[in-house]
């Protein structure tokens, strides 16, 4: 693959190596085995969220060229089950590409996404939010302020590849050097957002349901997500700037899990369902062929 190398290449030039950081060609085998969906070796303990971090945004270089312009963000690990399952007390940042998102309900059709879509395929419900003005990077906690940053939210099932063969340690620095997982997602039907408290409150008090073929897999309330979904935004403003970056209008934001990392079966129709949000209840679905 001509591109590989050629990224590969870019990773390796002079000035991009960093003493902490997996090196390149491990790096490198990493890609290689998310992008032909074969279980790779995580990177073991002694890797430090600071590994972690280079190694994510190495391997991000490459990801890029398959998957497309980089068009947002996943926060992952924002529910306290998630921080337990991976050994860690704080939310981790991914990124989110073009051709990674699907558009639901695309000509009256649920989407359809291979079950074995990933070396270590999974599904999870989540939630999208769209930003509308750069402004967001400032507007502190308050979440009526932030809503008036955003212009849509989306109901989303996330589609993850926690990529690490059997017996692989999977911990917090492990997960962000596979870029939190981030590889597919189905977007649901954008509702747009109101800047007033009341929509605060549903957000919060929303619940939020994933089942497989009808059999309820989980549910979970807004407030799984640091007690607000509004509430990861201002955590990820604050870990971009600590990288000199911000956020900008028309870049997303996935919050997060309301459900357990669930394996996906073949034959399968997963729907995410968001009472409350609405005076109706929105749904998201995908069939896994």
């Known amino acids: 693959m001509r591109w590989f190398a050629a990224t590969v290449a870019l990773v390796l030039a002079p000035g991009a190596a960093m003493a902490a950081c997996p090196d390149v060609p491990t790096v490198a085998r990493l890609a290689a085995s998310i992008l032909d969906r074969r279980p790779a070796e995580s990177f073991g303990p002694s890797l430090t ?16 060229q398959p998957y497309g312009d980089v068009v947002g963000y996943k926060v992952g690990l924002t529910s306290q089950v998630a921080q337990q399952r991976f050994g860690v007390n704080h939310p981790v940042r991914g990124t989110i590409f073009h ?25 999870e419900s989540d939630l999208i939010v769209r930003v509308s003005s750069d402004a967001i990077n400032d507007a502190g906690t308050d979440h009526v302020a932030i809503l008036r940053n955003l212009d849509q939210v989306i109901p989303f099932l996330e589609m993850p590849d926690l990529v690490y063969g059997p017996g692989q340690l999977a911990n917090g620095p492990n997960l962000v050097a596979i870029n939190v997982g981030a590889r597919l997602g189905v977007l649901g039907e954008p509702i747009p957002v109101r800047a007033d408290a009341d929509f605060a409150a549903r957000l919060g008090g929303m619940t939020v ?22 509430n990861v935004i201002p955590w990820l403003i604050e870990d971009l700037r600590r990288d000199g970056r911000r956020l900008r209008a ?10 357990p990392l669930t394996p996906t079966e073949a034959g399968r129709t997963y729907t995410a369902t968001y009472e409350g949000l609405l005076d109706r209840p929105v749904t998201v679905s995908v069939r896994t062929p």
């Open 250 to 259: 028309g870049e997303y934001i996935s919050l997060g899990s309301f459900s």
């Open 209 to 230: 349901v994933l089942a497989s073929d009808q059999r309820e897999i989980a549910r979970a309330p807004g407030t799984a997500l640091l007690g607000h979904p509004l």
């Open 49 to 64: 969220m600071e590994d972690a971090a280079c190694a994510r945004d190495r391997l991000i270089a490459v990801l890029a």
């Open 99 to 123: 051709g990674t998102l699907r558009e639901h309900n695309v000509g009256g059709r649920v989407p359809e996404v291979p079950a074995a879509f990933g070396a270590v395929p999974v599904i």
